[in-house]
């Protein structure tokens, strides 16, 4: 397969599995089940689990094992770009060419639909544990753990609640690195050690990856602020130029469009030399960073 048509393959695994568990109902409660739906299965690139999915095939492992992991992480991204997008927030009206959930449910609804989708990530990954039949829950709860962090306090809350405080202010470069480690590089990092760690990677292994994910997830910021300055609301699916209407220091405003791409390439060329060790094996990975510099949306 070449890789539009493996990226299509992880892809069409991870939204049957996510339809398939979060389904519409009749209980009383069934709007915030719609609204949860409404936003999981709103499309995107589906980056996050991919990335897990890709690591476990890398690594021997089996990806039934992987994906209830993989699967979570999505749900808990997905959380906070509703979050993200509340009037509190960014306060924007579309995501993914669609209106964002509190301009389709209300703010309250989108508020619980995200709080929900929290839960639910947390109850996929330890009903996978707990009925583990075999000896890898160890690996699990270790794989859970990493997720927790990155998700939490030492991760993307961090980064929003500086992001959150620094609007209408000029950050230093060391702050909005650190911010962004946090806001998006952890999510972006947290499928890649998570699926290392349920396919029991060696600790060399486990290193390279993770250094591999941590550059991806740089390149993929400065490439959301370039999208922001040059990309177009068609093919985003939400208004460009927010970041300046919000005040917001990004890499662009720091150090201009070209600077930026030069660090784009830098970075992601940085990415790539991390999985060298891997072979030919590791071909998606590498044309996955390659393809994140080159996307439109």
Partial sequence: MNFKENQQRYADLVNAFLDNYVKENDLLEKSVYSAMRYSLLAGGKRLRPVLALAVCELLGGDINEVMPFACA???VHTYSLIHDDLPAMDNDDFRRGKLTNHKKFGEAIAI???DGLLNLAFELMIESTATDNCNNAVQKVKAMSYIAKSSGIHGMIAGQVIDTESENKEVAYETLEYMHKCKTGALIKAPVVSSAIICNASEEDLRSLEAYAGN???AFQIKDDILDV???TEKLGKKVGSDESNKKTTYVSLYGLEKSKQMLRETTE????????FGPNANFLREL???LIVREM
């Avoid at 940085?270 to 060790?277: C, F, L, R, S, V």
Wanted: negative net charge.
């Fill in 73 to 75: 992480i999505e749900m």
């Fill in 112 to 114: 619980l639909a995200g």
């Fill in 216 to 218: 991806l997830g740089l």
């Fill in 230 to 232: 040059e990309g177009s």
């Fill in 270 to 277: 940085e990415a790539i030399k991390n999985i060298g060790k």
């Fill in 289 to 291: 960073a390659e393809y």
